[in-house]
């Protein structure tokens, strides 16, 4: 069964979720504090992580933060806090998907499977090496490098490189990118995309004001550039 960690300080809404995730073969673990969040999922390493964001001891962005580094499988927001401000944060610092409350438990079953879909796919892909100039992106280790050194990205940063590697030279359009990273079509608002890119940029050392490793190509989307890595 897979296993779920909920951190969640409201405890009728985390019995209902619970009861439901359990009727649908999950096994969870619920937690109410902040503090005692970031150990559990560390040491546990579930295969998805739900967060509040206001909880007591450790709010969830602080969570998200403390433990990305080290912990790589999804990592989904159910919040109240209906902000476009907090939707971008949420996404900057690692987070998978961003659920305001209330929500059908049917939909939040659905965008679960959706992350554990996506996740499974990304972890079952073949090994592959690709190198563009002084950046080398390794598949099977999920690493890259510029200039021989790290490139420290999260999990989903390092997907949307791949994922605009592989197609370098070609624009890629933001509703393809979204439907590939986030499961779903794109609704015309989310800048779950963009937020990527632009993190993507800051750390291999692009201009973000004129950006010339990964570019805008207008009316078209996203392109990596194979040619410009040589710097």
């Known amino acids: 069964m897979r296993h779920i960690i909920l951190v969640e300080d409201d405890l009728r809404l985390a ?3 619970t009861n439901f995730l359990q009727q649908n073969s ?3 673990t619920v937690l109410h504090d902040g503090e005692q969040a970031v150990k559990t999922i560390l040491a546990q390493q579930p295969d998805l992580v739900i967060l509040d964001i206001m909880l007591p001891g450790l709010d969830g962005f602080s969570i998200c933060r403390e433990v990305r580094a080290n912990y790589h499988n999804p990592i989904l927001f159910l919040t109240a806090k209906d902000s476009p401000i ?3 944060m949420g996404l900057e610092i690692g987070a998978d998907d961003y659920i305001i409350k209330p929500i059908d438990p049917h939909v939040l079953l659905a965008r679960i499977n959706v992350a554990l879909r996506r996740n499974k796919s990304e972890v079952s892909q073949p090994n592959k090496i690709l190198e ?3 950046l080398a992106i390794n598949k099977s280790t999920r690493k890259s490098y510029l200039n021989n ?3 420290e990205l999260t999990s989903h940063e390092f997907e949307l ?3 605009l590697a592989e197609n ?3 624009p890629m359009k933001r509703d393809d990118i979204h439907k590939r990273m986030i499961g779903r079509e794109y609704d015309g608002l989310d800048r779950t995309v963009d937020v990527r890119v632009s993190r993507l940029r800051k750390k291999l050392h692009d201009n973000c004001k004129t950006p010339f490793r990964i570019i805008t190509v207008w009316g078209k989307g996203y392109m990596l550039c194979p040619d410009a890595w040589n710097d």
């Open 161 to 163: 490189l791949w994922l």
């Open 149 to 151: 050194e790290l490139v």
């Open 26 to 28: 999950f096994t969870v």
């Open 132 to 134: 563009f100039g002084k």
């Open 15 to 17: 019995k209902l979720v």
């Open 86 to 88: 907090d939707h971008v």
């Open 168 to 170: 370098a030279g070609e």
